[in-house]
């Protein structure tokens, strides 16, 4: 079975801050990773995918994830907030099967 | 130009009835795909179109179906509707022949469905 998991639905960051949003997954072949956002009243935009080139993926908005095959990870992580990165951000991940398994979201919050 | 487009945006169905919505993909795009959001499940994919073809099947009941135009626009039906049919429905396009593939997915804004 293939799943995709993020923890936390919900993560607060004060503006400046490290910005780390959690996810894991399970699949039992190589798997292409994406992470999505999703702004407020608008459709679900691309951050950045993993396509089993290089393992640190760098998006846009200054997000990156790295894939940890050892840990079944690929956390998206942003050096410092900004009030408009207040979102909700989606994991997801496509294996062989051409099956596409979306996380169930994390809501972020930016404190000024 | 313009971005993918869903109708309706907002719509209430009874228990029971059926339901189609319909989606128009950016111009030049032949990939569609589908997704169900609600707050307990997050996003499951439904199935994906590219040339009137369907690619590909999420893990959904036969009441959900759909299909693709040769314009390629595409509409989803929901036959027999439940409570927990209840969700926002997103369509998608992209310029590839598989939206697996990991380009750019351009997602509507969904069409709101409550059933009651």
């Known amino acids: 079975a293939q799943s995709v998991t993020q923890l936390g639905s919900h993560v607060s960051v004060s503006e400046g801050a490290l910005v780390l949003l959690r996810c894991n997954y399970s699949s039992s072949v190589p798997p292409y990773l994406f992470w999505y956002v999703q702004y407020p009243n608008q459709g679900l935009q691309l951050l950045l995918k993993y396509t089993s080139a290089a393992t640190l993926v760098k998006g846009i908005n200054g997000f990156e994830a790295e894939f940890k095959k050892s840990e079944t990870s690929f956390h998206l992580t942003k050096p410092s907030a900004h009030m408009s990165d207040a979102a909700e951000y989606f994991c997801?991940?496509?294996?062989?099967?051409?099956?596409?398994?979306f996380g169930t979201g994390t809501r972020l919050t930016v404190i000024p | 130009k313009a971005g993918v487009t869903q109708t309706p945006r907002y719509l209430i169905k009874t228990r029971g009835q059926q339901v189609t919505l319909s989606c128009s993909p950016i111009?030049?795009?032949?990939?569609v795909s589908w997704y169900q959001q609600t707050p307990g499940q997050g996003l499951q994919f439904l199935f994906e179109y590219f040339s009137e073809t369907q690619r590909n099947k999420g893990n959904f009941p036969g009441r959900f179906s759909g299909r693709q135009f040769s314009n390629s626009r595409s509409e989803m039906n929901v036959s027999t509707l439940e409570l927990g049919d209840s969700a926002l429905y997103l369509c998608?396009?992209?310029?590839?022949?598989?939206?697996?593939?990991?380009?750019?997915?351009?997602f509507g804004e969904g069409s709101w469905l409550t059933v009651v």
């Open positions: 998608a396009s992209s310029l590839g022949e598989n939206v697996f593939t990991g380009d750019t997915i351009y």
């Open positions: 111009s030049g795009h032949r990939s």
């Open positions: 997801a991940v496509l294996t062989g099967a051409n099956n596409l398994f």
